[in-house]
């Protein structure tokens, strides 16, 4: 089994900014991907932005130039750095991350997060 622990989500004013943290930990693993997606009240889920195994990243238009994903190997940790937040950003966020664990053999994996809320308003 693996487990994602999310952190970081909050109520912040237009403009400012906030850090999530996505932890895995359980099982044996490898990872190929690393994702952050958000669901607003509403809508459909959404990719925000994803990290490959080779840190290659690839990020939603409406946060390219305010929003930055990164990896801590050693700590198994997600990083989604937020600035200049906007309304139009409060969501439910959601770490995802797709590679393979180890169970008696190796399976693959597709894990995701509880969520947690981010709310932009003043």
């Known amino acids: 089994q693996v487990h994602l622990v999310e952190s970081g989500g909050g109520l912040v004013q237009p403009g400012g900014s906030l850090r999530l943290s996505c932890a895995i930990s359980?099982?044996?693993?490898?990872?190929?991907?690393m994702g952050w997606y958000r669901q607003a009240p509403g809508k459909q889920r959404e990719l925000v932005a994803d990290?490959?195994?080779?840190?290659?990243?690839n990020y939603a238009d409406s946060v390219k130039a305010r929003f930055t994903i990164s990896r801590d190997n050693a700590e198994n940790t997600v990083y989604l750095q937020m600035n200049s937040l906007k309304p139009e950003d409060t969501a439910v966020y959601y770490c995802?991350?797709?590679?393979?664990?180890?169970?008696?053999?190796?399976?693959?994996?597709?894990?995701w997060g509880k969520g947690t809320l981010v709310t932009v308003s003043s």
């Open positions: 995802n991350v797709v590679g393979t664990y180890y169970s008696g053999y190796w399976r693959p994996m597709d894990y």
């Open positions: 990290i490959t195994s080779s840190d290659s990243t």
């Open positions: 359980g099982s044996i693993f490898t990872i190929n991907a």
